[in-house]
T-cell receptor
Framework: DGGITQSPKYLFRKEGQNVTLSCEQN?????MYWYRQDPGQGLRLIYYSQIVNDFQKGDIAEGYSVSREKKESFPLTVTSAQKNPTAFYLCASSIRGQGGGELFFGEGSRLTVL | QKEVEQNSGPLSVPEGAIASLNCTYS??????FFWYRQYSGKSPELIMSIYSNGDKEDGRFTAQLNKASQYVSLLIRDSQPSDSATYLC??????????????FGKGTLLTVNP
């Protein structure tokens, strides 16, 4: 079955540590995205990529980094520079890029900083 | 700052009633509008997209778009307890030149009471 796989689903980290969230899709979509969701808040865009080896910052990119070396994979690193990293992180993909809007989401990764 | 506004709710309706969810947006040139459903603790899933003024029906769901008034709504007929979720409105807004960015509202929590 086609879909988006995020791992890990739950992650605990100590302050000052970097952590990498995995996102893999087998939908053959060109565009991939990372969103962050805080309780009672909408989704905020961290980074997006419309093609391999290219990505752009979203609204809240500070303290995060990404890579897009393969079409299927778009990992997100939450660095120690991110001041409030505890959140629900969602990876998504779409057939078209930001000109579209029909996103397919993974199940999410819930990060807690202790 | 281009925004998408939704009443946070909760909106409570009895089983079998019509639930009406509303969304307003600030960018007059927006062309694409989407409704996502998000169950508690889960990731969002796309349930409706609408691009032209008027109504679009899909089963028990009807999306309504009025570009002149800059609002989009979602009607759920014959509401079921399984419809209880947060509904996110998303609008593709122009972010400069030919670039568009999907902006999410904070969502409306719908509770359908048996």
């Amino acid at each position: 079955d086609g879909g988006i796989t995020q791992s890990p689903k739950y992650l605990f980290r100590k302050e000052g540590q970097n952590v990498t969230l995995s996102c893999e899709q087998n939908l053959n979509h060109d565009a991939m995205y990372w969103y962050r969701q805080d309780p009672g808040q909408g989704l905020r865009l961290i980074y997006y990529s419309q093609i391999v080896n290219d990505f752009q910052k979203g609204d809240i990119a500070e303290g995060y980094s990404v890579s897009r070396e393969k079409k299927e994979s778009f990992p997100l690193t939450v660095t120690s520079a991110q001041k409030n990293p505890t959140a629900f992180y969602l990876c998504a993909s779409s057939i078209r890029g930001q000109g579209g809007g029909e996103l397919f989401f993974g199940e999410g990764s819930r990060l807690t900083v202790l | 700052q281009k925004e998408v506004e939704q009443n946070s709710g909760p909106l409570s309706v009895p089983e079998g009633a019509i639930a009406s969810l509303n969304c307003t947006y600030s960018d007059r040139v927006s062309q694409s509008f989407f409704w996502y459903r998000q169950y508690s603790g889960k990731s969002p899933e796309l349930i409706m997209s609408i691009y032209s003024n008027g109504d679009k029906e899909d089963g028990r769901f009807t999306a309504q778009l009025n570009k002149a008034s800059q609002y989009v709504s979602l009607l759920i007929r014959d509401s079921q307890p399984s419809d209880s979720a947060t509904y996110l409105c998303a609008v593709n807004m122009n972010s400069g030149g030919s670039n568009y960015k999907l902006t999410f509202g904070k969502g409306t929590l719908l509770t359908v009471n048996p």
